[in-house]
């Protein structure tokens, strides 16, 4: 596993146990290195005590290039694709 392979699964972690606190999930379909395309599937979760407190994929998407930048990694796209 290559230093970038493993700075996006860290961040993906990171935030995958952000969003499980309401039920959601983050799984990697592809990083890209070469390209800097990352492609996500996100289930969001939903916190019947705090309807606003749940990340929506926008949200999460802007969280991921920021926790991506803050390793070092720099992506071109990120895509967060959303799940029932």
């Known amino acids: 596993m290559s230093d970038q392979d493993a700075a996006v699964q860290e961040v993906l972690d990171s935030m995958n146990q952000i969003v499980a606190r309401d039920g959601g999930d983050i799984k990697l379909i592809d990083f890209d290195a070469a390209a800097g395309v990352l492609n996500v599937e996100y289930r969001m979760g939903v916190d019947p005590d705090c309807a606003t407190c749940s990340i929506p994929p926008e949200m999460l998407q802007s969280f991921l ?20």
Not at 69 to 82: F, K, L
């Open 65 to 84: 290039v920021e926790g991506l930048r803050a390793h070092g990694v720099t992506t071109n796209e990120v895509i967060v694709a959303g799940v029932e």
